[in-house]
């Protein structure tokens, strides 16, 4: 497992196990000669992937240390429910906007948990979550996807525009996705916070944006729209009233469609006592987010549009 955790290089596997090289690839000889089929593909010396018969070995052992992992967590649950580790993969979108509030309620109920915030792009929440190398993952984009993940709907949000002040776009009544496009933009990379449905609902009706900047990170962002380079299209929740009194925002919710955050965790795995008090911080943040329209309702009230 940790071999193709690490690519498939046995020199990577074998400083994360504390191990000498030659000890790793004799282990990979002897399970191979042990199961009688080859479990790895090769170019030449070097491991380049799975075989069918390695892929199905690989789930099984995942499986087999989830439950390991399952056992251990019941007994630290009843041993010391008030300690342990918490580990939360997510965006900077979540990190920065959603996470707060939720962790500062969470430490004032578990104070000696230890939070560890995983960041990456979702598809990479998803191999960490499936891999155990998180507890919880939360984005918008790839969670909601696998059979193998238990996947809470949390919130819904849209898209704003952002600009500085006085830029002509701002008297367009209302913003069209072609008034859009006569400007350069400035939004998110493709794979974060819902790119890929913006970039889809543009060429649906056959016109290409001009992007001139993209970024994982709704800061970075707004630096560059700052900076005279574009105006940015982000998470409305992104936009803090407070904090960027310089920029001017404009509703874009009638031209997107509306993105669902999740909170994700595999299916089968046991839920500690102070993980499942996240869950519920968050779902509570969740709600309060619809409630306060920046972000657009909450799934639970879809049926309300």
Same mark, same amino acid.
């Given at each position: 497992? *940790?071999?193709? &955790?690490?690519?498939? !290089?046995? !020199?990577?596997?074998? @400083?994360?196990?504390? =191990?000498? @090289? /030659?000890? %790793? !690839?004799?282990?990979? #000889?002897?399970?191979?000669?042990?199961?009688?089929? /080859?479990?790895?593909?090769? +170019?030449?010396?070097?491991?380049?992937?799975? *075989?069918?018969?390695?892929?199905?070995?690989?789930? +099984?052992?995942? !499986?087999?240390?989830?439950?390991?992992?399952?056992? %251990?967590?019941?007994? #630290?649950? +009843?041993?010391? &429910?008030? #300690?342990?580790? =918490?580990?939360?993969? *997510?965006?900077?979108? @979540?990190?920065?906007?959603?996470? /707060? /509030?939720?962790?500062? &309620?969470?430490k004032r109920a578990y104070p000696e948990v230890e939070v560890q915030i995983h960041q990456g792009t979702p598809a990479q929440l998803v191999e960490m979550a499936l891999a155990d190398r998180v507890d919880l993952a939360v984005c918008t984009e790839a969670v909601g996807d696998h059979a193998a993940l238990v996947t809470l709907p949390s919130y819904r949000w849209n898209r704003c525009l952002i600009t500085p002040p006085g830029h002509p776009l701002l008297e367009r009544r209302p913003i069209s996705l072609g008034a859009l496009c006569e400007y350069p933009i400035i939004t998110y990379v493709f794979g974060f916070t819902g790119r890929t449905s913006l970039s889809q609902t543009f060429a649906k009706v056959g016109l290409h944006p001009r992007v001139v900047l993209s970024a994982a990170d709704a800061d970075v962002i707004k630096t560059y729209v700052r900076s005279g380079m574009g105006i940015g299209i982000i998470a409305d929740l992104a936009f803090h009233p407070e904090h960027d009194q310089d920029l001017e925002r404009r509703d874009l919710s009638h031209l997107f469609p509306w993105e669902v955050t999740r909170l994700a965790y595999p299916r089968g795995k046991y839920v500690r006592r102070f993980q499942q008090r996240f869950i519920d911080l968050f779902q509570q943040e969740a709600d309060r987010i619809g409630r306060g329209g920046g972000a657009g309702a909450t799934v639970s009230r879809r049926a309300d549009l």
């Open positions: 497992m *940790t071999l193709a &955790e690490s690519g498939f !290089s046995v !020199s990577r596997a074998a @400083q994360q196990l504390h =191990l000498v @090289q /030659p000890a %790793v !690839s004799q282990h990979l #000889r002897l399970l191979e000669e042990a199961l009688g089929t /080859p479990l790895f593909l090769r +170019h030449g010396k070097r491991l380049v992937g799975l *075989t069918e018969a390695g892929d199905k070995v690989l789930g +099984h052992a995942r !499986s087999m240390l989830a439950e390991v992992a399952n056992i %251990v967590a019941v007994g #630290r649950d +009843h041993v010391e &429910e008030a #300690r342990g580790v =918490l580990r939360i993969g *997510t965006t900077h979108t @979540q990190a920065r906007y959603v996470l /707060p /509030p939720v962790l500062l &309620e969470f």
